[in-house]
């Protein structure tokens, strides 16, 4: 049975607000479809949360932020994400899902690739736009909150990247969010064709203390021997309530790289799936969370094997203070004639508090023979002797904890590939654990 759920919303809005985008009538017809769908579906049901009473519609839809005209001087709330020393020539930053700056290298565009906002990329590349939204990744009615995502979208970024054409520097999206209530219903698409090479990194931003809502929808696409790596830090608001779903599809001899550093304030639920569709396709995932306050999070890590010779690895690191709870699920999934296809997987929670509460599920569906498999699952406290250790070298307790904390969570945070958002990354933990 459907959870039914009150949208502030109705059918004339969403028709006004895709008209004031100037969409093109499949997007705005998409919009209708979702809308209905999302009075009908159920919420989707994650292990062992009850989502049921979190806030997935009170938020004020549309706002407006200031543009950026120079990245020499950005608000403060960007600059520990931005290097003054070598600024980025290849950024997007929505500020209140409105573009207050976009920058793409003329020697990029002259190769054809794209890179720029969600509805400058409906207007400008609307075939292209139209050939991977919401088709083979995510669908708008797996539930309600696929459907609430697809009828009220306000914001997002589009990356192709064409055939054979590698991408040395990073491409970098900001979104911040300084509106009190304005909901960010961000949709991502990033296309790399057969024999091309991009990394991508976002970045969510907010400071807001009221309640709000983030559902985030990223699909990645690699084609045949092409090479995606994407980064992400997620520092969204304690009254912000997050769904994020991130999806990835890879073709033969393709690798999709995830490295997420999720540290939302609030409640998360969090899924992350990459297809192995295509023969000798390859995916590691790798995320970090650090948990604090009475904040519950569920995050779920899926590799799906559907190739011959496929290899999916997931690594999962948490780290859970005060009363917060966390979920950690990894699954790999062959499927019947995946053959010689390995799924490995690892989740490890640290626990810092007594009232902290953790859960790591191994989990492998396996409909094939000649295959390997692998699972390490651990909930835990730190090590008492490896602080002791580190005492009896004159560390301090405080000092040592922090050691083993970091040293925890490096195997994820080493990973991502710019150095200014590694930093970010590593201020953030220790702000969560101070």
Not at 210 to 233: M, R, S
């Amino acid at each position: 049975m459907a959870t039914m759920i009150e949208i502030p919303f109705d059918k004339e809005y969403i028709e006004s607000y895709s008209q004031s985008k100037n969409e093109p009538e499949w997007m705005r017809n998409n919009r209708l479809e979702a809308f209905d769908l999302a009075h009908t579906l159920p919420l989707p049901t994650p292990d062992k949360t009850n989502i049921n009473r979190w806030n997935f519609t009170n938020f004020k839809h549309d706002s407006n932020g200031e543009e950026i005209t120079d990245l020499t001087n950005v608000p403060e709330a960007l600059q520990s994400f931005i290097d003054p020393e070598a600024l980025p020539e290849n950024i997007v930053i929505l500020r209140n899902q409105s573009v207050a700056y976009s920058a793409l290298q003329d020697a990029l565009q002259e190769k054809g690739v794209i890179f720029t906002d969600i509805f400058t990329a409906l207007e400008k590349h609307e075939d292209l736009v139209k050939k991977y939204y919401m088709q083979d990744a995510v669908s708008i009615d797996e539930h309600k909150l696929t459907a609430l995502h697809a009828a009220f979208v306000n914001g997002g970024v589009f990356v192709y990247v064409p055939k054979n054409v590698q991408i040395d520097t990073p491409l970098q999206a900001l979104y911040w969010q300084e509106d009190e209530n304005a909901a960010i219903f961000n949709h991502v698409i990033v296309v790399a064709e057969a024999n091309s090479e991009v990394t991508f990194v976002e970045n969510y931003i907010s400071n807001t203390e009221e309640e709000t809502v983030a559902n985030i929808i990223t699909e990645v696409y690699a084609g045949e021997n092409a090479k995606v790596q994407f980064g992400a830090v997620d520092h969204l608001a304690p009254g912000t309530t997050s769904y994020i779903k991130r999806y990835g599809v890879a073709n033969a001899y393709a690798e999709i790289n995830w490295a997420l550093g999720q540290m939302n304030e609030g409640n998360t639920v969090s899924e992350n799936t990459t297809y192995l569709e295509g023969d000798n396709s390859v995916t590691n995932l790798k995320t970090v969370t650090v948990g604090r306050g009475k904040q519950t999070q569920n995050f779920t890590a899926t590799t799906l094997h559907g190739g011959l010779n496929t290899d999916g690895q997931i690594l999962q690191r948490g780290v859970l203070n005060d009363e917060t709870t966390a979920i950690f699920n990894a699954i790999g999934d062959i499927e019947h004639g995946a053959t010689r296809s390995n799924a490995e997987q690892e989740s490890r929670l640290l626990m810092l508090s007594g009232k902290a509460r953790g859960d790591a599920n191994p989990i492998l569906l396996i409909d094939e023979d000649d295959v390997t498999a692998g699972h390490a699952a651990s909930v835990g406290r730190v090590d008492e002797m490896q602080l002791y250790y580190l005492q009896s070298r004159g560390i301090t307790q405080e000092e040592a904890e922090r050691l083993i904390i970091h040293g925890f969570l490096a195997p994820v945070v080493d990973e991502l590939p710019i150095e200014t958002i590694k930093k970010q990354l590593l201020q953030l933990i220790e702000r969560k654990l101070s």
